[in-house]
């Protein structure tokens, strides 16, 4: 599975940003896919998935009520959507796809950068 991320950029505190994740296969076909984050200096920390096939969603503390991951099956693709963004956001955002229920998460995209200034 190839993952293609996108959607970053520079955006004030309290703004909000898109990001995207399109996947190469059909996500129907994936089991769960998931957004991670790295900030700098820091190891690298769960954001929130989705199972694809019913939807369930599970999210961080520190992004729940201003975070929303969807999917969208016919382009393979899935979302996050951010908001009341705050400095500490900032991070190489990843998606990330797990293929099988119990598998790790063994296929990662680039990475999209997002900045969050005060």
């Known amino acids: 599975v190839q993952l293609q991320a996108s959607g970053g950029g520079l955006v004030q505190a309290g703004g909000s940003l898109r990001l995207s994740c399109a996947a190469s296969r059909r996500i129907f076909s994936i089991y769960k896919m998931g957004w991670f984050r790295q900030a700098p200096g820091k190891e690298r920390e769960f954001v929130v998935d989705?199972?694809?096939?019913?939807?369930?969603?599970y999210y961080a503390d520190s992004v729940k009520g201003r975070f929303t991951i969807s999917r969208d099956k016919a382009k393979n693709t899935v979302y996050l959507q951010m908001n009341s963004l705050k400095p500490e956001d900032t991070a190489v955002y990843y998606c990330?796809?797990?293929?099988?229920?119990?598998?790790?998460?063994?296929?990662w995209g680039q990475g999209t950068l997002v900045t969050v200034s005060s």
């Open positions: 989705i199972t694809t096939s019913d939807g369930i969603v």
């Open positions: 990330a796809a797990q293929v099988g229920p119990g598998a790790p998460y063994e296929y």
